[in-house]
């Protein structure tokens, strides 16, 4: 397993922007997924996006297609989530995961075996 650390989050305007990270430590040799997800208050958690090992594949949900755009450092063992144009619908709170690679079932929760603690984003409207 690995240990997630994300930071990044806070308050911003709608139609603004923000960049999230998500530090990884723990066994980082060894190739791993890693996904955005979010909870919004009185709501189940629900997938942001993900980005393979190599960075070469991303997938995303629906909401955030074209706003939204993950990125990962191997070398510095961090993944990124730029948010722009967001709107009041994506307050939540941001958790970043890790899992193996692979493709099937990547909106899954249960796909990932890492989870950070969470970085609440609040968009003011």
């Known amino acids: 397993q690995v240990q997630l650390v994300e930071s990044g989050g806070g308050l911003v305007q709608a139609g603004g922007s923000l960049r999230l990270s998500c530090a990884a430590s723990?066994?980082?040799?060894?190739?791993?997924?890693m996904a955005w997800f979010r909870q919004a208050p009185g709501k189940e958690r629900e997938f942001v996006g993900r980005?393979?090992?190599?960075?070469?594949?991303?997938y995303y949900a629906d909401s955030v297609k074209g706003r939204f755009t993950i990125s990962r450092d191997n070398a510095k063992n961090t993944m990124y989530l730029q948010m722009n144009s967001l709107k009041s619908e994506d307050r939540a709170v941001y958790f970043c995961?890790?899992?193996?690679?692979?493709?099937?079932?990547?909106?899954?929760?249960?796909?990932?075996?890492?989870w950070g603690q969470g970085t609440q984003v609040t968009v003011s409207s």
């Open positions: 980005i393979s090992w190599s960075a070469a594949r991303t």
């Open positions: 995961a890790a899992g193996p690679p692979g493709s099937s079932s990547v909106k899954y929760s249960i796909r990932y075996d890492s």
């Open positions: 723990g066994r980082t040799f060894t190739p791993y997924a």
